[in-house]
Every structure is written in structure tokens, then in C-alpha cells.
């Protein structure tokens, strides 16, 4: 059995190309050439050569290991590829070349649409220093060492479910009236019982689908606008790392549908108007699915430690959205504000007493 390795290069010097989020366009690292991602469109596996699948012996790697990693031939230096089963687009560590695995792509595990990078690795960067910027108690050791430069593009596998959620609904709703009875202030509250019913339709509805990625972290990204997604073409990979799906649709619908759900609940909920209060009794809903695509979203991705914890920061790679992890805190620095600040407020209250006293 052999597997096929490909990249991209350039037809007028043979240098590497890489997708340019600022152009849209294919770049040459060398020779600085643009071409389109459609150029390539009718090669399904550009620059190429064959490679035996090579496995290391058992007492070098165990026999989980085995199973879930692959090597593959860099077609350009030679160099072996080391990544595991469900990895789709990755770089050479030697000559750092783009690196394509089209088998990766066959059949259902190719994507339907593809939403290009809009914001290049420097937007990346410069985003993660201004965000560092934002906090003042970050420690100095994390934010030096934290290896900005080693910020990565990746394309993450995401399913778009197309969906409608029916609901029946009742609701106990009041409005209070206040008004004077003589001398008496009268307040009087008066009881709806509220019933709703309707049909809710969704479109593109996103849930990652790669078991690596966060949910959470996913789930903070958005919003993506599938309104710039475009056809699926491999040349779109190049120059940035992707992983195909490993959790499939069925089994990341739940999380579709619970968002559905509760968007069809708070829009319910949100009909109810001129009411001072309003309280749910019951919320059936049933949703169901219509439709879903299989699609690569882009993200900017940091993995970074300090004092042996992990920490991971995710930026939007269409709009610079950005999330992380809680981050570490120089102890030190806050104690130190907190002094200078309980400092400033006694001076301040020592000059207003003094002030008061004056005056009097």
C-alpha cells in the first residue's frame, strides 16, 4: 500500500507556495509569483511522488502508537514526515515546505467549502501582544517566553448543520399597575397565563468536528461568516496545517441541537413583551436536522506552557477574535496595586476629613 505526498510549486521557478490571506492567492516564497487558488483546480495531486507507508518496529513504539501514526516522503528534501492518522496538511521540519496529503481528502473526508484565511500570521501576532497589553498583572517570564513567533494557522474541520426547532410553550406572565385610592397607594398585580407556538428555521449552524480542539474554545470563536465560504480546492491548504474530522456528524449533532433549542426558547421567551415578568411553565421543542456540510474553518492557534501548565491561546483567523485560557498572575503585582491603590484612598480620605473639618 502506498500513500501520495504533494505540495505545490511554482511553475515559473519551482519554489514553494503558500496561500496569502491578504491577496487570496497562491505566493511564491521565491520568486514572489501570484496565481490563483483554481489554477491548480484540475490537479488533484500536484508536484507528487509515491512513498511506502513506513512503521517503526514495536520496540520503538507501541502498538497504539503504530496504529495512529503514519510517516510520510517530503517530495521535496526527502525528509520523513512523522504526524498521526487524521492529519490532512502539515509543513516539512526540515526544509519547511507545505506538505499535502491528498488521500486524505478522498471521498466523505473531503470538505465541501472552505473559508480562506483572511488575517496572515502577523495580524496574529500583533493581536496576541495587544491582548498581552490588556493585562497588567501578567507575569513578565510568561510574556517574554511565550514564543509569539511559533503561532500557527490551522484549519479546523467543523460540520454546519441546516436545522428547524418546533416549540409549544407556556409561560406565567404579570403587569403591575400603581395608582392612588384617597390617601392610599394601591398596587395591583395582574396574572397572564401565556401560550406560544411556532417554528424556528436555522442555516450553518457550527460545531467543530476534530477531538483535539477545545469545544469551548470553538464555541468562543464565532462568529464565522459562511457567506465567504468557497468551494473546496486543496491549494487553499497550502502553508497552513489541517486535521480531517474524527468525531463525525452524528455524534456532534447533540450540540447543534442544544443550540437550536435554546436559541428557539430565548426567542419565545422574547415575544412575550409587555409583560413585567414572565416564567416558563414548559418548553417542548423538537428539532430537526436538514442538512449538513463539512467544512474547514480557519483558526490561528498558540500552545504554550509555563511552570509546567499548559496554556492555549485561539484567534478567529476571519475576524481576530480572540480567546485563551485563564491566564497566570504576578502575585506580586497585584498585592503591590492593591497597597498602592488602599494608599491612595486613605491619603484621599484623610484630605476630605481634614477638608470637612475646616470648613466647619
Not at 513506513?54 to 495512529?68: K, M, N
Not at 514526515?81 to 466523505?108: H, K, R, W
Not at 510568561?142 to 428547524?164: A, Q, T
Not at 413583551?273 to 474553518?297: K, M, S, W
Request: hydrophobic content about 35%.
Amino acid at each position: 500500500m502506498s500513500e501520495t505526498v504533494a505540495n505545490y510549486k511554482c511553475p515559473n521557478c519551482g519554489g514553494p507556495l503558500h496561500f496569502d490571506s491578504k491577496s487570496q492567492k497562491l505566493v511564491c516564497d521565491h520568486c514572489g509569483s501570484f496565481f490563483s487558488p483554481d489554477t491548480f483546480k484540475e490537479k488533484e495531486t500536484p508536484t507528487q511522488e509515491d512513498t511506502e507507508i513506513h512503521t517503526t518496529a514495536p520496540d520503538t513504539f507501541s502498538q497504539d502508537e503504530i496504529q495512529h501514526l503514519k510517516a510520510y516522503t517530503c517530495p521535496s528534501c526527502g525528509a520523513q514526515i512523522m504526524c498521526d492518522e487524521n492529519t490532512v496538511a502539515t509543513s516539512c521540519p526540515y526544509c519547511d515546505n507545505p506538505t499535502l496529503i491528498p488521500s486524505q481528502f478522498a471521498g466523505s473526508l473531503r470538505p465541501s467549502s472552505v473559508l480562506p484565511f483572511q488575517l496572515n500570521k502577523k495580524d496574529a501576532e500583533d493581536k496576541l501582544v495587544s491582548f498581552y497589553k490588556g493585562k497588567p498583572f501578567l507575569p513578565k517570564a510568561f510574556r517574554n517566553d511565550n514564543h509569539v513567533e511559533d503561532i500557527k494557522g490551522v484549519y479546523v474541520p467543523f460540520w454546519l448543520y441546516d436545522g428547524s426547532v418546533d416549540i409549544q410553550a407556556a409561560y406565567e406572565a404579570t403587569r403591575t399597575r400603581v395608582f392612588m385610592q384617597g390617601d392610599d397607594q394601591i398596587t395591583e398585580t395582574s396574572h397572564f397565563h401565556l401560550y406560544r407556538e411556532g417554528t424556528m428555521k436555522f442555516a450553518s449552524v457550527p460545531a467543530d468536528a476534530s477531538s483535539k480542539m477545545p469545544d469551548d474554545f470553538m464555541d468562543a470563536l464565532e462568529p464565522f461568516d459562511s457567506k465567504l465560504l468557497k468551494p473546496f480546492e486543496m491549494s487553499y491548504m497550502a502553508g497552513y496545517y489541517a486535521d480531517r474530522y474524527d468525531v463525525d456528524d452524528t455524534k456532534d449533532f447533540p450540540r447543534a441541537k442544544q443550540r437550536m433549542e435554546h436559541s428557539t426558547c430565548k426567542a419565545s421567551q422574547e415575544s412575550c413583551i409587555g409583560y413585567e415578568t414572565c416564567i416558563p411553565i414548559h418548553e417542548n421543542t423538537q428539532a430537526v436536522r436538514t442538512g449538513t456540510d463539512y467544512v474547514f474553518l480557519p483558526v490561528w492557534l498558540l500552545a504554550t506552557r509555563y511552570h509546567g501548565k499548559p496554556y492555549l491561546f485561539a484567534m478567529n483567523g476571519q475576524n481576530g477574535r480572540m480567546v485563551s485560557d485563564d491566564l497566570p498572575l504576578d502575585w506580586t503585582k497585584v498585592i503591590v496595586t492593591f497597597l498602592i491603590i488602599t494608599a491612595a484612598l486613605m491619603v484621599v480620605m484623610f484630605l476630605f476629613v481634614n477638608a470637612s473639618g475646616g470648613a466647619a
